[in-house]
């Protein structure tokens, strides 16, 4: 997390997940998904969010869950 100053907030998150259900008409893979976001959110004087924004990569999702399987060992 990073104090910007001005009540603004600025967090970095690793996303990690598995793509179980349908996505953007995209049918559940079950791939793995690995990725950063980040949230900046503006805090008022009592401490309570008052307005945010979420950034993700998109081409980074949809890669990672239309990527053919991984063959696991011994298959």
Known sequence: ???MGDG?????F???ATHN???MGIPASGNSINMKSVSL???????LAASGS?????LTLITQI???PV?????
């Open 1 to 3: 997390r990073v104090d």
């Open 8 to 12: 603004l907030i600025l967090t970095e």
């Open 14 to 16: 690793q996303n990690r």
């Open 21 to 23: 259900g349908l996505y």
């Open 41 to 47: 959110i503006q805090y008022d004087a009592d401490g």
């Open 54 to 58: 979420y950034y993700y990569d998109e």
């Open 66 to 68: 239309t990527a053919p």
């Open 71 to 75: 063959p696991q060992p011994g298959q």
